[in-house]
């Protein structure tokens, strides 16, 4: 661990945790490299007539994410958040900081019965997916009302 700490100590957001914290780069370097660890973040709400997904993805592009639907109802968000390289095409360029993650990433959500995965939409809008998954309509049980004889 190093005792000398970089960037402003009065400003949290400028010291670089990973300096501290993994001194050989080991786990920044797996991040790196690994989806599991550098996954995205997906909110996932019930309202009475879908289920409505929705992930932020900064910086993917719709044709970089997908959304599919498996067999036995378990729904999957996947793509890749590309790396970005020299503008220019000229390595004249060379980088001080990295935190933003780049590479694969997926989600794995079961849904639940009743969800209508053959109707499934999905919008991307200012680097947020949303999936909506409608919801079968739930009959409301018929009351008969029987004559009390006698």
């Known amino acids: 661990m190093s005792l000398v700490r970089s960037g402003n100590v009065l ?70 958040r590309a790396r970005e390289e020299d503008v220019d095409g000229k390595n004249d360029e060379r980088w001080h900081h990295v935190e933003r993650s780049s590479g694969k990433f997926q989600r794995r959500f079961r849904l639940p019965r009743g969800a209508r995965v053959d109707q499934v939409s999905a919008s991307m809008d200012n680097g947020v997916l949303t999936v909506t998954v409608p919801k079968e309509e739930t009959k409301k049980p018929q009351l008969k009302a029987i004559p009390i004889s006698g």
């Open 11 to 80: 400003d949290p957001m400028s010291v670089d945790f990973w300096a501290d914290a993994d001194p050989f780069g080991a786990v920044r370097s797996l991040a790196e490299r690994c989806p599991v660890l550098t996954n995205v973040r997906v909110d996932w709400k019930e309202t009475p007539t879908a289920h409505v997904f929705t992930a932020d993805l900064p910086g993917v592009r719709k044709d970089q994410a997908k959304v599919e639907v498996e067999d036995g109802g378990v729904l999957v968000i996947s793509g890749e």
